[in-house]
């Protein structure tokens, strides 16, 4: 039996919250899937954040770290989204959620299959609707981003991170060698061409670009060569850093169009609709 307006989102990174943002808003009961040790560079508009912190907040919904499933309950009663850790995404099977959405951004399938819920997502390149989830939603910048797609595929990842003022590669900072990534500038502070930002070991980080240091992973993380660790923004407006990007808003859209069209066909209905019906207890 699925639960009515329950969605397990795999991953909590920053197109991630795009969509629990707009689908919690919209009333649905979410939790979040996440590493031990999530990656995410733009955390302070990530609720994988939680993972660290214990509690977060992405613009004006609140998110907090669970040790168990038996704490979803309380933690929705609060408002407050739930974030488990749990790589292997094991809640889909035991909490049944109509909906999933595999927001993992790992470019392939790691596990997400068409029968897991009456709804089921994948976004960006790795899944082909139809075949593995029922909608792909697009994540590549350009104009088909945030499109729904019901059959094939997204396009296939560029490698090429998208332009901001004229600058793509030059704003990433990447890892110089593997090692531990060390605390240095924070997250909103502005930063120069040239400017040692952080360290990997007793490797310096420097900026390629000047603005404000939009995104950087959790000092302590181990890292690789070349790895993406941070990210500059040239437009330098510091409250960019602390607000969903337009990119997460219009993939955010594209789950919630997915969610309610994919809801209202025919061949869900009455049997889905009573399939949906909340269970007492988590």
């Avoid at 292997?88 to 392939?108: C, N, Y």
């Avoid at 070991?201 to 995104?215: E, H, I, Q, T, Y």
Wanted: some cysteine; glycine content about 10%.
């Amino acid at each position: 039996m699925f639960q009515r307006e329950v969605v397990v989102v795999k991953g909590a990174g920053d197109l991630a919250s795009g969509v629990i943002l707009r689908l919690h808003r919209a009333g649905f009961r979410i939790v979040a899937t996440e590493l031990e040790q999530p990656t995410t560079v733009r955390r302070t508009v990530a609720f994988s954040e939680a993972v660290y912190s214990g509690e977060t907040a992405v613009e004006d919904v609140r998110a907090r770290r669970i040790a168990h499933r038996e704490e979803i309950p309380q933690t929705w009663s609060e408002d407050i989204v739930p974030v488990l850790v749990d790589p292997g995404s094991e809640i889909v099977r035991t909490l049944r959620p109509a909906i999933v959405v595999d927001a993992i951004m790992a470019k392939r399938n790691l596990g997400t299959h068409l029968l897991d819920a009456l709804v089921v997502i994948g976004l960006g390149p790795g899944f082909t609707a139809g075949v593995d989830v029922h909608a792909v939603v697009e994540t590549n910048r350009g104009h088909y981003l945030g499109r729904v797609l019901w059959q094939g595929s997204a396009e296939p990842n560029t490698g090429v991170p998208g332009e901001i003022n004229g600058q793509s590669t030059e704003r990433l900072l990447r890892a110089p060698c593997s090692g531990v990534l060390q605390s240095g500038k924070v997250i909103g502070d502005r930063v120069e061409a040239g400017e040692v930002v952080s360290c990997v070991g007793d490797k310096p980080v420097k900026a390629g670009v000047s603005g404000v240091l939009r995104g950087m992973l959790h000092p302590g993380l181990p890292v690789h060569p070349e790895m993406k660790i941070g990210d500059v923004d040239p437009r330098a407006t510091r409250a960019h850093c602390f607000t969903v990007s337009d990119k997460s808003l219009a993939v955010g859209g594209g789950v919630l169009e997915a969610v309610l069209y994919r809801l209202r066909q025919p061949h869900l209905t009455p049997h889905a609709v009573r399939s949906m019906q909340p269970a007492k207890t988590c």
